[in-house]
C-alpha cells in the first residue's frame, strides 16, 4: 500500500538529480570551469598584446642641488611638466619564451622657470627580447594547462559518478525503509484478521488463552513496527533530500523499486573494454599531471642557477627637438643590441641538492602512477568478480522471496482451517519477512555493483556510451 501523499522516486531519476545537484559535483565543476578559463587565459596571453600608457601630467616645482663646475654645491628652484603617452604591441612567442614588441612613444618636457619645451619621440621601434637559457613557463604551460582542463573535466564526471553510487546506497536505505513499513502493514492487517478469528476460536473453546494472547501480542508488535518504520522512511527521504542539497519539510518518498536491468552480459568483452577506459581516470590523468609538474620543476631549477644568457635587441627611429615636427619628419636611426651572460661560480652545493630533490619529486610521482594503476585495476577485478556472483545471487534470492511467500500464504490457510498451530505460522511469517528483506539487500548488492563499475570506468555499459555525454 502506498505511502498517503509520499512522492515516488525511481532509482534513475535520483541518480541523474545527484549528479547534477551534490555538493561535490557543484564544486568539481567550478573547478573545470576554472581551469578552462585559465586555458583561455593562456591562449589568449599568446595573441598580439596592445597596451597604452600614459602620463599626463607630471608636474612638480621644488629645489635641488647642482654641482657648479668648481665642485661648489648650489641650489636652484626648478618647475616642470615631464607628459608621456606610448602605445605598445607586443607578441609572446610560446616556444622559446621570447617577446616582439612594436612601439612608438613621445614625451614633453615644460621648463616653466626657463619658458621653454622640448620633445623626446621615438615614431617606430621594434624590440626583441630573448632570454636564451632561462626557463620558460610558457613552453610547460602549453602541456600543463591542456592536460589540467582535461584532468577537471574528468573529475567532474567522476564526481558525478561518485554522487550517483552515493544516491543508490540513499536510495536502498529508502527502499530498506520502506520495505519494512509494507511488512510491517502486512503483518498487521494479517494478525488484525488472525487475532479476530482467533476470538471467535477462543469463546468458542477451540484454542487456549495463550494463543490468543500471542496473537494479541503479534499485533501490538506490527503496530509498533509500523511506527518504527514510518520514522525510518521519514530519515531516510530526509537524508536524500539533504543530499540533493534540498530543504526537508516532513514530505516522505517513495522508491519504485528498480528491476535488475543492467546488461552486462560479456564480462571478457566488458572487462577488456573497461580496462582501456581506466586510463582516462583522475586519479591517472593527476599523475600524468603531477610527473610534469615535477619535470617543470626540475626543468626551472636546472636553469635558473644555472648559466643564463640574455638578448635584448632594438631597432626603430628617434629625435628630440625643440618643437613636435621635426620628431616624424627628421628622426634619426636607432639601433641597440645587447648580450648579457651570466655564470655561477661557487654556489656550495645549493643547485646539486635541488636538483635531486626535483628527481625524487618525479620519480615519487611515478612510483605512484604505478600503484594507482595497479589499484584501480584491482578495484576492477574485484568488481567483475562480484558482478558474476551477484547476478546468480539475486536469481536465487527472488525465488527464495517467492518461494517464502508462498509458503506464508498457505500456513496463514491452514492455521485459520485449524490445520497447524499457531507456531508453525509465525515461523512461516517470520521466514517471509526474512527472505523479503533478504532480496531487498541482495537487491541493492546488485545496483550498487553495477552503479561502482560505471563509477570506476565512467562509461555506461547499458547505453554503450561514456557517461554524462
Known sequence: M??????????????????EKAESV???????????????AYRAGLRPRLDLAATLPNYFRTSTQVTLDDGSIAFREIELNNSSVSLLANQRIAATGGLIGLETAL?????????????????????????ILAFNPWRWDRRLLPLQAQLTDRARDAARADAALDATDLFFDLVSADQERRIAETNREANQTLYTIAQERY??????RGDLVQLQLELASAEQNLLRAERLVGAASAAILQYLGEAYTGQLLEPETPAATAALTDLDVAAARATTLLA???????VARRTLEAGRNADRIRRDLGPRLDLDASIGLIRNADALDPI????QNERIVSLTFAVPLVDWGQRRALNKRAATELALAQQLGQRIETNLQSQLTQLLDQ????????VLATQIRDLAEERFRISQESYTLGAIPLTDLTFAQQNRDQNTRAYAETLRAYWLT?????????????RDKPLYE
Open 328 to 331: 616624424y619628419s627628421d628622426p
Open 387 to 394: 558482478w558474476r556472483t551477484v547476478r546468480e545471487e539475486l
Open 2 to 19: 502506498p505511502t498517503v501523499g509520499a512522492q515516488t522516486i525511481t532509482l534513475g531519476e535520483l541518480q541523474q538529480r545527484a549528479a
Open 203 to 208: 469463546e468458542l473453546g477451540q484454542i487456549n
Open 450 to 462: 553495477y552503479t561502482n563499475l560505471e563509477r570506476l570506468t565512467l562509461w555506461d555499459f547499458r
Open 107 to 131: 614625451q614633453r618636457t615644460d621648463n616653466f622657470a626657463q619658458s621653454s619645451k622640448s620633445y623626446n619621440g621615438a615614431p617606430v621601434r621594434l624590440t626583441f627580447r630573448q632570454p
Open 280 to 286: 582516462e581516470r583522475p586519479e591517472l590523468l593527476d
Open 26 to 40: 557543484l564544486i568539481a565543476t567550478q573547478q573545470a570551469e576554472a581551469a578552462e578559463l585559465e586555458l583561455d
